[in-house]
């Protein structure tokens, strides 16, 4: 659905001036709690929570010197920050905010303690290096729909570099201030009413045309029964989000992906993925039908798949420019 799969080069410098959160000594307030965990299972943090990284100046996930991964979320409980450090086999994690404990509490799930990498049995002998080359992803879960669902609906149809300056935009106006000693600029996701009031003069501002808009909006005013996907069967789940205008197959995927953990959700309609997956196991590019044929042996498993087939990389050669960025605001 998304024309760049990925983008990992300098944003424009286009922040608003003045976020409307913003205020002095958002980052003051008792000390965090804390939790020491032991992973029993082999355990890349940096690649488990890539994922949920939108962009390199994302204002809510944030990597420092020390290689701990900082993200902020919007819990049942209220705003809170995650710290995340990994010393094998222990991870230490510290968290502020009323949502402190929710976060803590959920912690392994976030890092994939319920995912289960075992029932995944590669056949291709590029899959199996694949599996080995990355034994420490799991696939987690946050436990937090309209967080991943509102990202998603903004890389509709449009080039990476265009989604992730919407995402910053809109979370640095509208989110508020990461509690607790986060780094400069971090802020929280804005609550369902707050997605629902956003005035159309912002959403130009922020580079999102009329129908991502009204997806997001949409979607906010059932934000209650969209966090109870969690607890559903995949087929249900998907069949909820699929209900809501504006939602596909491919950002019904990539929302449960993250906020569920379901290994099989294959994002059907991406720009990039079939081309990587045919050309991974096959040497040559295939086509949505091709791709899903390529993955059908790996039923219940089949983003694990393709998971691992985006880290390794593999494509096919690039034959034209990529696509260019619009600016939706000068329109």
């Not at 994939?112 to 990498?117: L, V």
């Not at 983003?303 to 619009?326: K, Y």
Request: proline share 11%; with cysteine.
């Amino acid at each position: 659905m998304r024309a760049e799969r990925r983008e990992d080069g300098p944003v424009a410098a286009d922040e608003p001036a003045g976020p409307r959160s913003d205020r002095p000594g958002s980052n003051a307030g008792p000390p965090g709690l804390t939790r020491a965990w032991h992973a029993s299972f082999p355990l890349d943090v940096r690649l488990v929570l890539s994922v949920h990284r939108r962009g390199p100046q994302d204002p809510a996930f944030a990597a420092d010197a020390d290689g701990a991964i900082w993200r902020t979320s919007l819990t049942p409980g209220g705003p809170a920050t995650l710290r995340v450090a990994w010393d094998a086999p222990v991870v230490r994690a510290a968290a502020w905010g009323p949502g402190a404990g929710w976060l803590l509490e959920r912690l392994p799930g976030l890092l994939g303690a319920s995912d289960e990498p075992s029932a995944f049995r590669p056949e291709h002998p590029r899959l199996r290096e694949l599996a080995a080359r990355f034994a420490g992803l799991r696939l987690g879960r946050t436990d937090r729909v309209l967080e991943a669902l509102v990202p998603a609906v903004l890389e509709q149809k449009v080039p990476g570099l265009e989604a992730v300056r919407a995402w910053r935009w809109l979370l640095t106006w509208y989110g508020t201030p990461a509690p607790g000693p986060a780094p400069a600029r971090m802020r929280v996701f804005p609550p369902p009413e707050t997605w629902r009031m956003i005035p159309p003069s912002d959403w130009h501002r922020a580079g999102v045309e009329g129908v991502r808009a009204q997806t997001i909006m949409g979607a906010a005013r059932v934000a209650d029964r969209l966090e109870e996907i969690g607890c559903l069967p995949a087929a249900e789940a998907d069949r909820r989000l699929r209900s809501l205008p504006g939602i596909g197959p491919w950002t019904s995927a990539e929302i449960r992906q993250r906020a569920c953990g379901d290994p099989d959700a294959v994002s059907v309609g991406d720009y990039h993925l079939p081309g990587m997956i045919g050309w991974t196991l096959t040497g040559q590019p295939v086509d949505d039908a091709g791709m899903l044929a390529l993955l059908a042996p790996y039923a219940g498993q089949r983003h694990r798949a393709a998971r691992l087939i985006e880290l390794g990389g593999g494509g096919p050669p690039r034959r034209g420019p990529r696509l260019a960025a619009r600016d939706f605001r000068a329109i």
